[in-house]
């Protein structure tokens, strides 16, 4: 008895490889790896890879923006540079170059420089102020009754228009004014001038500013604060924690970029002030900043090149502070968790 055994003949339909799997497999029957790709499809996607458009795609998005920065930040900059070393009035078309003439004229002349003094009075307020700001951060930052319209009342002068502020505020210092009216209801009774001799004028204002800066401060520190986890609040209460040691230990660590910044803030507002004493007082009685002596050199006495010598100077001393400061207190990541 003869046994035959059938060969089956191989193929496709035979060995479990079909014609899909010869096209999209790798030959021995194992699937192409994902992402290798042939055929026009694949070649599309390697000319948009390596297309020129796509790699200047980020440079058209960015071209308005650094147009614009160009346009309005630098190229301003540049000119008032190149100010500084002319004797320009600022009308004529004749600029004559001194050279550093007016960086000396800055630095010599007494009456020029001594204005920064008075900016002593806002750099103090400014401490006050982050130091209310950042009491009020902390206090509303736990479970409080109304702490929501604690917080909008905070916020509120800032809010508020500059000119607004001043205006409201010359009212309420000149004589017989809110502030004497006020102090006449509790029995107390003064002739004394609020705005009349540089001290209390250059206190009144300051009082001014920590009112209306106040606010950002506070938001500031509070957005820090509540960015931090409620795990460790918890953990330090379990601990037997009080609120002082929380504030020192989780909360003072944690807000120190947000300080830092503050005080940057604080610094470069403090030599930069404008708005208030220009409005309340004009720089009168002792009362003139470093920017309103600018303005007044390029728009009432027409020296646009010392005015713009100033104006670098400023600009140099906020850089300068800033770099100090920021050597002296680098902003060191601090993992609480």
């Not at 319209?149 to 010359?170: C, H, M, R």
């Not at 030599?271 to 309340?280: G, N, R």
């Amino acid at each position: 008895m003869t046994q035959t055994t059938d060969t089956a003949p191989e193929g496709p339909a035979m060995t479990g490889r079909s014609s899909t799997d010869e096209k999209t497999g790798t030959g021995d029957g194992r699937p192409r790896p994902p992402g290798r790709r042939r055929g026009p499809a694949a070649a599309r996607a390697r000319f948009w890879r390596d297309a020129p458009l796509r790699r200047i795609t980020p440079w058209l998005f960015l071209a308005v923006p650094l147009a614009l920065l160009i346009t309005f930040t630098y190229v301003p900059v540049a000119s008032m540079i190149s100010y500084s070393f002319t004797d320009w009035d600022g009308v004529s078309p004749h600029r004559e170059n001194v050279g550093f003439d007016n960086y000396v004229r800055i630095f010599t002349r007494p009456e020029l420089f001594r204005v920064f003094f008075v900016s002593g009075y806002y750099l103090a307020a400014s401490v006050v102020q982050i130091v209310v700001a950042l009491y009020f951060a902390v206090i509303l930052s736990f479970n409080l009754r109304f702490r929501n319209l604690f917080k909008g009342i905070l916020f509120f002068p800032y809010l508020i228009n500059g000119v607004a502020i001043g205006f409201v505020f010359l009212y309420f210092f000149q004589d017989g004014g809110t502030l004497d009216s006020v102090l006449a209801w509790l029995g107390v009774t003064t002739d004394h001038p609020w705005l009349g001799d540089p001290t209390s004028a250059n206190v009144s204002l300051a009082g001014v500013s920590v009112w209306r800066f106040t606010g950002l401060n506070f938001v500031l520190f509070l957005g820090a604060i509540q960015s931090i986890p409620g795990e460790l609040y918890e953990a330090a209460e379990l601990d037997g924690a009080g609120k002082w040691k929380q504030f020192r230990h989780i909360i003072a660590p944690s807000i120190k970029p947000v300080i830092s910044l503050s005080a940057i803030l604080a610094i470069s507002g403090s030599l930069s002030v404008f708005e208030i004493p220009y409005i309340m007082t004009g720089g009168a009685t002792g009362t003139q900043t470093f920017v309103i002596q600018t303005v007044k050199l390029a728009f009432q006495f027409n020296k646009t090149g010392l005015a713009s010598a100033a104006a670098v100077v400023l600009l140099l001393i906020i850089l300068l502070v800033t770099w100090i400061q920021r050597r002296l207190v680098p902003d060191d990541k601090v993992d609480l968790v």
